[in-house]
């Protein structure tokens, strides 16, 4: 099989989704500094109105597919009849073969700590038992190790202009898909999205998170079927309450050769030394990056 490798990376060059903003420093000198955009989108499954979320912009059919998909709106079943995009109106529109039972989903929901806008419906809450991660899936901490360097190292938004959240689909030592936006639980769905256009079999992939690993990542994570979920920042106690429920694996404060792992910890194989992987070292050269630091907001 030919290796697969940031199939979908962040385009930090891209420049609908940064802009240069005038300033003033600590010592009152003049600077020009990058900084995200942040944009309104409007979903509407067929013709209803569902959202708008606020979103840097990039992959709109994939950020609606995956919101979609995650709130349980969308079955993986259900056809998709098209995706239409107007960027002027600031409107994504997916319409399926069939009308969805959409209605009674908007009338119960539960607002989560998502930053920017998070919302789970309850019905998904409620349907948590029924979900089933593979058991035969492993994470090799060679594999966690070389994850950890290859996404923290990788051209991105975030490093040009910082305020913002990653997330990383994984397969073994390789990241896949690499996506971005001013709120985690969008970068989430872009990945949803993705595996539901590509048909990827989640059953052996590994989620990466640069946010907090909170129930609402727990739920969406597993919503997906992939069984293993990484993070550089911490949990909350209800996260890793879920976690323990679902059999979900649940790894936090990755950094370098640190790791806690929390719930699932059978399908962790330790196959490298820690002392045989360096520290992790911020662009100033001190441990602890920026990266780091504003992941934990």
């Known amino acids: 099989m030919t290796e697969r490798e940031f199939i979908v990376r962040p385009d930090a060059t891209d420049q609908r989704l940064s802009t240069i903003v005038e300033g ?97 419906f309850g019905d998904i809450m409620d349907n948590l038992d029924s979900i089933s991660l593979s058991k035969d899936a492993r994470l090799r901490t060679s594999w966690l190790y070389a994850l950890t360097h290859k996404i923290n190292t990788a051209p991105s938004l975030y490093l040009e202009a910082g305020a913002i959240h990653g997330c990383v689909l994984c397969e073994e030592d390789r990241p896949l898909v690499y996506m971005e936006d001013v709120g985690r639980h969008n970068a989430v769905d872009k990945i949803a999205g993705w595996m539901f256009q590509t048909n990827e079999d989640p059953s052996d992939k590994i989620f990466y998170t640069t946010g907090r690993l909170t129930s609402e990542m727990v739920i969406k994570t597993a919503m997906m079927g992939i069984p293993i979920l990484v993070s550089r920042s911490g949990f909350t106690a209800w996260g890793v309450e879920l976690a323990r429920k679902i059999g979900l694996t649940l790894i936090g404060r990755a950094r370098g050769k640190r790791f806690v792992a929390l719930a699932g910890t059978e399908r962790i194989i330790f196959d490298l030394d820690p002392d045989k992987v360096p520290d992790e070292e911020g662009r100033s050269g001190r441990k602890g990056s920026r990266r780091e630091i504003e992941a934990e907001a």
């Open 24 to 120: 003033i420093d600590q010592n009152g000198n003049a600077v020009d500094t990058r900084v995200v955009t942040e944009k309104a989108l409007t979903l509407y499954l067929n013709a209803r109105e569902i959202v708008t979320m606020m979103t840097i912009g990039d992959h709109p059919d994939l950020l609606a597919l995956g919101y979609l998909l995650n709130q349980n709106m969308l079955k993986p079943t259900d056809r998709v009849t098209g995706i239409d995009y107007d960027e002027e109106l600031e409107v994504v529109v997916v319409r399926t073969e069939e009308e969805t039972n959409y209605e009674d989903k908007l009338k119960k929901k539960v607002r989560t700590s998502g930053c920017a806008q998070g919302t789970v």
